[in-house]
């Protein structure tokens, strides 16, 4: 299994019945593949529906009915559409259970960083800062290092998205959850050790006595 | 006096140095046939308000890429390289404002508000010169409305008085602009008389709306 599958299954895990939630585009948008079937749950798109389905395909495809990537999309007999002041009211609401994101910096304060490199990269923060500031859950769903560099820090060094946000951060080696003392292990890979984990993240790790592996 | 009008007629309308808000989403829900009389009029320095800056062959996309845009105020340009591009060369001034604040940024103009209080952005570069506001214990940005001399909006199915349906996702930043603009063209996918819509559909009422032009049938 590739590292990015890991994570994607792993996050998949994460869902509850009944859920409205908002995948990111990428990584996050894979975790869609690997929701048990016995769970149910609402998919919203930031750009105007609840109720996504998959890619369209051929004869389903609505030129007038595209996800927040511009792909085109299906949409469930539960589905709604709705303008943008009403999307956005249903994530900085609260309605929103839970939110799957990709980030370029996290740290252990649960502060994120993922909608600007200065002078390098600067796309925006779309719907970003507000998913994070009103989704009830918010996980960070990424890949722990980028070449050989953690992506988990202290403090980040990146302008924010927003701060304190993060409740939840899983990669392909480890599931960590952000606690007011730091972040703490719940769950690391049959792959590495405990000091092999701590090595490749710049944060400090709480490991808890009741550590177990990351099963997907 | 019919709101029907050519494309021609509403070219007539556009002037350097406005201010035009313009919906869509990557393009979805944006009148590219307004967009065509738009880069015909040649109006130069615009200042465009939208989601984003679409793609470079598409929407608000191709008006960045024909140089008619002074300054844009968005929530994403990723899509389009081209507005990065201008960006760091100093010949465009691009205002990023996240895409809820920035909705409501555009509904508190055009609902006659003073402005909105929101949590998104404390803490991070979007708080910059603006006013915070603690509201029971929480920490708010006061951010400011926005108004536009002309929105461009596209319909779905528009009756001719302009009342107007929007299918899908082709809504996003329709309704909103549409209330926020001193003169507000609709173009119309599919033009129908009025009295035939069903009245419980309409999401922007044709009283707001002062020009038609067909992107359509």
Redesign the interface.
Known sequence: MNPKEIIAKRVAKEFENNQLVNLGIGLPTLTANYIDKDIKVTFQSENGMVGMGKLAVDDEIKTDITNAGGQFVTIGDEGAFFDTSMSFGLIRGGHVDVTVLGALEVDQHGNLANWIVPGKMVPGMGGAMDLVVGAKKVIVAMLHTVKGKSKILKDCVLPLTAKGVVDMIITELAVMEVTKEGLLVKEISESISVKELQDMTDAKLIIPENLVYMKV | MSKVVSLNKVKGLFKDDMTIMIGG?????TGEALIDTLIESGAKNLTIIG??TS?VDKGIGRLIVNNQVKKVI??????NAET?RL?NEGKLE?E?S????L??RV?AGGFGLGGIL?????????EENKEKITVEGVEYLLELPLRANIALIKG?VVDDFGNTI???????????IAMASDIVIVGSQTLVEAGTLNKDMI?TPGVVVDYIVREGK
């Open positions: 989403f990557l393009g979805c829900g989601n984003d793609f968005a929530s994403h340009i990723g899509t990065g960006m691009v990023l996240p895409q809820g604040t909705i409501e509904r929101t949590p998104t952005g404390v803490g991070t570069l979007v779905s929007y299918k899908g996702t082709t809504k996003n930043f329709n309704p909103m999401m």
